[in-house]
Structure formats: structure tokens, C-alpha cells
T-cell receptor, first 116, second 113 residues
Framework: AQKITQTQPGMFVQEKEAVTLDCTYD???????LFWYKQPSSGEMIFLIY??????QNATEGRYSLNFQKARKSANLVISASQLGDSAMYFC?????????????FGKGITLSVRP | KAGVTQTPRYLIKTRGQQVTLSCSPI?????VSWYQQTPGQGLQFLFE???????NKGNFPGRFSGRQFSNSRSEMNVSTLELGDSALYLC????????????FGPGTRLTVT
């Protein structure tokens, strides 16, 4: 079974500063993918970044980067130069990298508030 | 390219009724997954459809069902609604063989009174 753990309480960051959102995972699958989604108050889940378990380099997408440490089973999201619009709920999820299903297992999420 | 669309966006139903929610995936995406999000349980996987066949199912009672049509549009149905079914229902679509690219719709917020 796959498990995602997000234990940080609500996070606060000053505008233009960087912030790290923690995510640890557990799985017995040899191949897997790690996702981060942003959910603003409107409810829509916005895809941010993806990391495959065999990827050698950490994934980056604009201001988002994923700090993947396989041995520690962690996949932390780093947001650089925070903006007010980054205030939202952030979910870490695990799913397949390839294969015959698309099921995602989500963590409980972390609330991020960006202060002006 | 249009994103994933879900209809209706908001729904209010009474206990005991049934409800049908619709999801239209991104063009070319043939896999559609459904999730239930509640404050208490978080995001939970309901089921996944691919090429009109259910290929994965979460741990939900039989009152929750779904189907997929030949154009990849999917519907989920909840019968005999309970208060605990009040939730945000999200669907996600992905390309076959590319489950790492999953995009969600805006969700349907269901309230059961």
C-alpha cells in the first residue's frame, strides 16, 4: 500500500521569500511517481510538478522545484519567490509512473499563507 | 486545449435521493479517475475508467458507481444519498500510458440535506 504523510501545520511565508513544504512517502513499489497539486479556495486541483522515482535529477517547473531524496523517502516542494496568489492548500500525492492505472494516493495537505 | 470539465458545479440533494455527476476529459485523454474530498477523510480515490472499462476501484460502498462512454466522458452515480456523501467530487483525466500527467477538473460540490 502507498502512504503519503504531510505533517506540517499551516505554513506562513513572507511575499518574495522561498518556502519548503514537506512530504514523506512509503511504498513497496519499485517504480512510482510523486506529484504536487495546489488547491485554492475555489476547489480546483492545479497540477504543479511531477517526479518519477527513477529520475536522476530533481524536477523543476518555473518557481516550483521538487527536492527528491529517495533514500529518505521524501519529496519536498520548494516554492521560490512566493507570491500572494500562492496562498492555497498544497497536496503531495503518489501514483504510478507507467502502467495500467492512474490511481493517486494523497496526503492530508498543507495550508500555505503568503503575507504581503 | 480545453481542460477537464465537470457538471454541475454545485448540487443540493436530499437524503435518499440519487445523483449523477459528469466529467469530460481533456481531448485525447482516455483515462478518467474520480475522487471524493471531505474535510475529515481528505482526498479518496473512488474509481478509474479506461476505454469504457473500470480498471481500478477504491474502498467505497456499492452505492457509488460509474461508467465511461465511447467519447471518454464519464459519469458517476451515487444512489440512496447519505449526509456523509456531502463532498467535493473531483475527476482527473490522463493519457493512456502517461499516468504522470493527470489533470483535474474544477469539481462538483455536492451537499446532501
Amino acid at each position: 500500500a502507498q502512504k503519503i504523510t504531510q505533517t506540517q501545520p499551516g505554513m506562513f511565508v513572507q511575499e518574495k521569500e522561498a518556502v519548503t513544504l514537506d512530504c514523506t512517502y512509503d511504498t513497496s513499489d519499485p517504480s512510482y511517481g510523486l506529484f504536487w497539486y495546489k488547491q485554492p479556495s475555489s476547489g480546483e486541483m492545479i497540477f504543479l510538478i511531477y517526479q518519477g522515482s527513477y529520475d536522476q535529477q530533481n524536477a523543476t517547473e518555473g518557481r516550483y522545484s521538487l527536492n527528491f531524496q529517495k533514500a529518505r523517502k521524501s519529496a519536498n516542494l520548494v516554492i521560490s519567490a512566493s507570491q500572494l496568489g500562492d496562498s492555497a492548500m498544497y497536496f503531495c500525492a503518489m501514483g504510478p509512473h507507467t502502467g495500467a492505472n492512474s490511481k493517486l494516493t494523497f496526503g492530508k495537505g498543507i495550508t500555505l499563507s503568503v503575507r504581503p | 486545449k480545453a481542460g477537464v470539465t465537470q457538471t454541475p458545479r454545485y448540487l443540493i440533494k436530499t437524503r435518499g435521493q440519487q445523483v449523477t455527476l459528469s466529467c469530460s476529459p481533456i481531448s485525447g485523454h482516455r483515462s478518467v479517475s474520480w475522487y471524493q474530498q471531505t474535510p475529515g477523510q481528505g482526498l479518496q480515490f473512488l474509481f478509474e475508467y479506461f476505454s469504457e472499462t473500470q480498471r481500478n476501484k477504491g474502498n467505497f460502498p456499492g452505492r457509488f458507481s460509474g461508467r465511461q462512454f465511447s467519447n471518454s466522458r464519464s459519469e458517476m452515480n451515487v444512489s440512496t444519498l447519505e449526509l456523509g456523501d456531502s463532498a467535493l467530487y473531483l475527476c482527473a483525466s490522463s493519457l493512456p500510458g502517461a499516468p504522470y500527467e493527470q489533470y483535474f477538473g474544477p469539481g462538483t460540490r455536492l451537499t446532501v440535506t
